[in-house]
């Protein structure tokens, strides 16, 4: 794994987390990307070397709906850049976790992303993502 990509923050109000964000950074978001497949609309900023993703519900049954149901606002998921993300997906199932994903899937910003299950992963839903050229 090469570095923590991002952070993945599920929110009620995208609008509104913006608002928060923005005052907490000092500065704006840079984009802001629907992915429908997955029910959520997302808005990223950048900090550093990494990323905070902010992840709003826009249906009823996508994920992050599903989570905040449970859980409330928080964090989501922690997300990790990898350079070749077919053979981590090998490499982390021989070394036993439970991969959500076993073949990878198209996510936000441009990059190929598959997830651990929690359960593998001392409670904290883990992000593979590998950038599309
Ligand atoms: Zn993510």
Do not use: W
Request: hydrophobic share 35%; glycine share 6%.
């Amino acid at each position: 794994m090469d570095k923590i990509e991002h952070i993945g923050i599920a929110v009620k109000n995208i609008t509104e987390a913006n608002k928060i964000y923005k005052s907490l950074l000092g500065y704006e978001h840079y984009k802001t990307e629907n992915v429908e497949r997955e029910g959520v609309t997302t808005s990223f900023f950048s900090c550093g070397d990494s990323k905070i993703e902010l992840l709003e519900a826009t249906r009823p049954d996508s994920p992050i709906a599903k989570f905040i149901e449970k859980k409330g606002e928080g964090i989501h998921h922690i997300a990790f850049s990898v350079s070749n993300i077919k053979d981590e997906i090998k490499r982390l199932k021989k070394e036993g976790f439970r991969i959500i994903n076993e073949e990878p899937k198209k996510g936000a910003d441009n990059k190929l992303v598959a997830f651990l299950h929690p359960k593998s992963t001392s409670g904290v839903l883990i992000e593979l993502c590998q950038e599309i050229e």
